[in-house]
């Protein structure tokens, strides 16, 4: 039976070319059940003058569905949808089973449970997001990164990405980060004490599975990075918060018999206050002493402001205690998810053996790009551009908040993306952010940087990288007033 | 300093454009610390000179360094190396500590012990690589990949897909699957139901991380993925290996009492043999009456070469008890790194959480390529031609087996892209592999696949997924020779 023309219609605001538009529309009718298989289309011209497009446009995406096994074409008598195309399967009809399968009985929910819920997927939809941690299209230099995809999928390159490295690392890329980035924070590192990963969050777990079992002790900042503490719910270790000050993890405050100490010496998340070198150096001293390994989460040393970053705890580790945790979500974009461990030759290989049987590798064609970029200076020149922007949005976001009278946690904190507040006597944080998303406004509410959420009642975060700065204002000032309705 | 024309030069041969050459030395240079900030480059007409390229190619490399804050250009008196490139911090002298941090004492090394050890990195050196689960750059449709990744990039979509997601997955690709890929297995499944993964092995990973816990009982195919074995083993759970016949896993030697049941039922690995239809509706019948769930990993059943390939396990499940795990490895490319769990939404949610929290996403760009890839037909086209390719390398494979004496193990097989075979009496599998190594051959002896690795010294694999048909019958005639050597 032929295939009416007034099956097909185009949407010419799409923005799609009309020829794809047209293969994907016959192709989601074959998948789909509506075009059988031997059925005949309708002639090139006959479509082309009911979608009121080009004949070439028509032939075109035929040409290119006959090359693809879709159609067939028969000499003088036209198209067909091809006989190898249908090899789908009718599902059994799913009569309910006289008893369904008991899930809830098998599945603890640790997972889901252990899981942070603080985040809004649909952030984008917001006029003032405040959020943390997603990219700045105005920001991400897409050109440059095009260019170097290009030449990842250039012949030439395109066999090395496309193959299972089973569980190694792209060469090329580990080259650049021991070379290009590592020296920057003073480390010196070989191939086998580096491992890549799929981004921070990935580290983090890696390092949490090697080093931890159920109930072994570890000490974390407190407030922390949510996406920690979840791991470590996770795997059921024992977490022992620690209060952080305006210097980060006070080493003094460390309990005895911890196995691993995790840090954000550099950029204290949430607070943003940096370890000075005294206190690092005595961190590193206890880990000695009482025999704790040093996880280092240096999760955006480029985003610092205040001249060159200070050195990394692993740049002064001189027993190697230290686990160096390194991404690139912050400076080229989130969505690459990659980042990379440092740390002795034997924590790498073990971490190596369970990356890859959980996942093998991340995917070459991300490895070999971010190489490109950073061999062609991209990232470079992407980091300085974000350090500007920040640094400018900033200011921005001090007088804003200045006029305000919103108060900083920790005013002595530089560089960074975001500010860490403290909210008015009175004022829920929680509540605040409620109210606020029904005003266009994203903020990030204390509680899930606590271990106990209650404390985190008191504090709010504002990331300024996923914002415009022309929005700034308006969303600062709308947190104002909706702090002083709270009666804060 | 001025920098003299002796620090540069270039390799003609090397492939690279001299431009790219020219600025990735430089940044090199910087990186190195030879070229200092402030210090003077030559001038673009004595470098061109020098180098002897056009003096366009030397002003287009400075004025791309220019761009990324590399070089500065200072009107009239040329361009120097810039004052901002400079953050590389000097490394602590690292003498030795007094004691080195004693690693061996908190690693266990689980996962190392548990990785599996029978695979070569540099396959691709070796003529006759009769490897599995490698992609052939020969039936990769390069240009389609590259035109689909090309539409990824450009400014439409990049900013969707250089996103965090969290937890989320790119919906249009969960689309295709659910719309195009399922139906063919039978299997109907709504977005709640589908959850992306780094591929099978992360699928696997994730679902013996939420249904086992440390001695679990479970049961596995004997001989099986070896990948399988590898994450059982670092999970630490009681794996109750059943001994599979020429139909597969025999529903009826399932011991009692165990929570999963993993199966390759379409396409036995690595025996190839395909579980009949009465037999399928027997194990999950059993599934129901013992109570244990069914993972199901249908790795390759685009690769079945006898007309339809059943019906998958999950499409005829009406209890909900199977877990199914699809991948992409086989027929578009394993360096993609991307599979799929298709479940009950329990576990999905609960395999979600925890892949959130391991690694967020596969990542963005990746995700939309494929997505593309699916809806333009290339996945079709592609899995057609490598369906054809294997069918007349298959042919040649098994001329050459027979001219040579080779005895297939499971004759009865058909699809996938490799054969099982038994090793004649006497001969050591492990044995015929070193020595073809030694003779650019490589082989997988048997015992990586079996519970018991003496079971699998008669066996071996011999895959032809990677190795183009002209060097078949070299490669087999010296495994027949080789055989014969050993007394076989």
């Known amino acids: 039976m032929p295939i009416p023309t007034d099956a097909f219609f185009l949407d010419h605001a799409d923005g799609l070319p009309l020829q794809v538009q047209l293969r994907r529309q016959i192709i989601a009718a074959v998948a789909a059940g509506r075009f059988r298989p031997e059925e005949k289309l309708p002639s090139t011209r006959a479509l082309a003058r009911h979608l009121g497009v080009a004949r070439v446009t028509v032939a075109q995406a035929f040409a290119e569905l006959v090359s693809t096994d879709y159609l067939s074409s028969r000499d003088r008598s036209g198209h067909y949808i091809s006989d190898t195309v249908e090899r789908r399967l009718e599902a059994e009809p799913l009569a309910p089973a006289a008893a369904g399968f008991d899930w809830g009985q098998r599945i603890d929910g640790r997972f889901l449970r ?51 490295l089973y569980d190694a690392d792209d060469p090329e890329l580990v080259d650049h980060i021991a070379r290009q980035i590592l020296p920057r924070r003073g480390i010196s590192a ?3 004490e580096i491992l890549l990963t799929m981004g921070a969050q990935n580290a983090l777990w890696l390092v949490a599975q090697v080093l931890l079992r159920a109930g072994t002790a570890c000490a974390i900042e407190d407030p922390c990075y949510p996406g920690l503490r979840e791991i470590l719910a996770a795997r059921a270790a024992r977490v022992l918060p620690v209060p952080v000050d305006g210097s980060g993890l006070p080493p003094d405050a460390i309990p005895p018999g911890v196995a691993v100490v995790f840090t954000t010496a550099s950029h204290q998340c949430p607070t943003n206050s940096t370890m000075p070198l005294p206190r690092r ?10 025999g704790f390994a040093v996880v280092e989460d240096d999760y955006e040393f480029e985003m610092s402001f205040a001249g060159a970053p200070s050195p990394a705890l692993k740049a002064i580790d001189r027993a190697g205690a230290v686990i160096y945790v390194g991404s690139f979500s912050k400076s080229v974009f989130p969505g690459l998810r990659l980042g990379y461990l440092v740390a002795d030759p034997r924590v790498i290989a073990e971490a190596r053996a369970l990356r890859g049987m959980m996942l093998r590798h991340p995917p070459g064609h991300m490895q070999r790009t971010l190489a490109h970029f950073l061999s062609l200076g991209h990232y470079d020149a992407q980091a300085n551009r974000m350090r500007r922007a920040y640094a400018r949005r900033r200011e921005v976001m001090l007088a804003a908040m200045a006029a305000e009278g919103l108060r900083l946690a920790s005013p002595e904190a530089t560089g960074g993306s975001s500010f860490w507040l403290a909210a008015p006597g009175g004022v829920d944080s929680a509540e605040l952010a409620a109210r606020l998303k029904r005003r266009e406004v994203l903020i990030e509410p204390g509680a ?11 504090f709010f975060r504002l990331a300024y990288s996923s914002i415009p700065s022309e929005h700034i204002p308006e969303g600062i000032r ?6 002083r309705e709270l009666g804060g």
């Open 114 to 164: 252990a899981q942070r819920r603080d985040r809004d997927h649909d952030w984008r939809r917001f006029a003032y997001p405040f959020v943390y941690g997603q990219a700045d299209p105005t920001l991400v230099d897409h050109a440059a990164w095009r260019d170097c995809a290009m030449r990842t999928l250039g012949r030439r390159e395109f066999d090395a990405v496309t193959g299972d």
């Open 190 to 192: 070989g191939r086998d």
């Open 281 to 290: 150096k005595q961190l590193l001293a206890r880990a000695q002493a009482q």
């Open 448 to 458: 899930p940087f606590f271990h106990q959420p209650a404390a985190g009642q008191d």
């Open 478 to 483: 709308r947190i104002g007033a909706t702090l």
